[in-house]
């Protein structure tokens, strides 16, 4: 007796479901990454560029209320 309690039909080791749920998230945890990223290189891009009252005014307007 190895002391794992037998798996029923449908039912996946704990490293199966570990994975398949990485798999699953990985992506999704990507793009949440990526969205951020654009956030900060627009920030970045008009404080560069343009002036603090262009930097100002894309801030209140990436706000939601």
Do not use: C, N
């Not at 969205?35 to 009252?53: P, R, Y």
């Amino acid at each position: 007796m190895s002391g794992d309690a037998p798996a029923g039909p449908g039912h996946l080791p704990a490293r199966a479901e570990f994975d398949r749920l990485l798999r699953l998230s990985l992506p999704v945890a990507a793009a949440q990454v990526l969205t951020m990223l654009a956030g900060v290189v627009d920030t970045v891009m008009l404080g560069w560029e343009l002036s603090v009252e262009a930097l100002a005014a894309a801030s209140l307007a990436g706000t939601r209320p």
